[in-house]
């Protein structure tokens, strides 16, 4: 049979083949699901060693660009092979940094969302809405107290950045476009400030030497006082406060500022209160810490880094903002490539990122699928595992407890020989613990003092691999004196 445009109806009707298609790909899907499930498996519990990097993981990675097809299930296994020697921060006795833990939910979300390949940079209907309900939902769960606008962002960085850039055009009106023009401009941060805020301001064109590092108070936050005279100081002599960026736990201690004051400062002077809470700040859901974040909800705008303490993967941060239309002011453009009919604003008005994963599906699923009372629970769970972590340190002779934690890390030193150098005695234990491989731990400096630090943020985490923190450490530190 032939049809009018010449084509007979049987070679019309064949489904063309992708030079790209998958071979097997139900069998590759299958295969791809039991490593996953095997992972996961693995992950229930803290393994005896960090498996390392050998000759033939080598030899794999050293291999010339591939010009033919290989099969899918080997190069799955290959891939696997290679993660397994990495370091996963997903694993229960990862204490050394404020880590993802990989929340399955969040992982199967991954791969619907990559699947379908949504730009949440354009409109995109549903996807739109979804990432709004979760900027609702995050906003009640932290007690932000009404956030008119918000986006989801790659990392504390970035949604940091989007916030003071929104700062920044309100401080400096059409700074956007013409640039400081002779004004001078600052913000405000603790001296023990993520170093994101630095970077911001110098992304931002207002230079890091115009980062003012303001001095700690007696409980390691952002002193107040000290912060409103140099906002002052600044004002006096026609520098313009951009923001004040307080810390809700800062990566090195976990500890809050002082919001409500720092609030207070900012509204008697007009200057805007970001919150970088990228950390510590799903805390302020809980009972055992929720009084920490007191102020939180005169906030101008706060991050919340989800593939931290709200357990999904990297990356999903979330920026809430007071006052809707201040994202617009600093990001919206029109371009002939992206019309705006009926005055439409596209997410890309709101945001500097172009490309858009919809980082917001597995956040989204992780509360429909557990619930805000089961990740409550879990954030109260480390909080708790903190807590007993310093109890154990104080009880075991040789360590020394530099601070009790405020929320989830935890720094304490080996007591080192007299005759020993400090830093390079901690510095011999941190390597001994990490090559050990039963766990991992992060060295650190606190006001001078080498040390060392354990983050809890993993839902995995149970309080016998707490407690192996404690006997590790002085299981090596005595193979060390006995060397």
Known sequence: MVRGDGVR????????????????????????????????????????????????????????????????????????????????????????????????????????????DVNAAVTAGGADLLEGQVVRWVDAFVGFGGAADGVMAAGGQISNLTALAAARERALPGFRRSGADGRRAALYTSAEAHYSVQRSGEVLGLGADNVRRIALDDDRRMDVEACASAIDADLSTGVVPVAVVATA??????????????????????????????????????????????????????????????????????????????????????????????DEIHPVDRTLEYSRPLRALKLWLAFRVHGADAIRAAIERNLAQAAMLAGLVEAEEGLELLLAPQLSAVCFRVIPPEDADPFAHNAQVVDAVNADGRLLIAGAVLDGVPCLRACVVNHRTTDADVRAIVEVVSEVVAELGDA
């Open 9 to 116: 109806g049987e070679e019309q009707d064949r489904p063309e083949t992708s030079a790209l298609a998958l071979p097997e790909r139900q069998a590759v899907l299958e295969h791809a699901a039991g490593l996953i499930a095997g992972a996961w498996e693995e992950f229930d519990h803290a393994r005896e060693y960090q498996p390392p990097v050998t000759g033939r993981h080598e030899r794999l990675l050293r291999e010339p660009l591939p010009a033919g097809p290989s099969d899918a299930r080997a190069a799955l296994d290959a891939a696997a092979e290679v993660l397994d020697v990495s370091l996963s921060q997903v694993r229960p006795r990862f204490f050394a940094y404020v880590a993802s833990s990989g929340l399955e939910i969040g992982v199967l979300a991954d791969a619907l969302m990559a699947s379908h």
């Open 249 to 342: 736990g800062t990566t090195l201690t976990g500890t809050v500022d002082d919001l409500a004051g720092l609030a207070e400062v900012c509204s008697a002077r007009g200057v805007w209160l970001h919150v970088d809470g990228a950390y510590g700040l799903p805390a302020a859901s809980t009972t055992a810490a929720g009084w920490r974040f007191a102020g939180l909800d005169r906030a101008d705008s706060a991050t919340v880094d989800a593939h931290k303490w709200l357990y999904v993967p990297k990356a999903c941060s979330v920026l809430l903002m007071r006052e809707a239309g201040r994202l617009e002011a600093a990001f919206s453009h029109q371009e002939s490539y992206m019309p705006h009919p009926h």
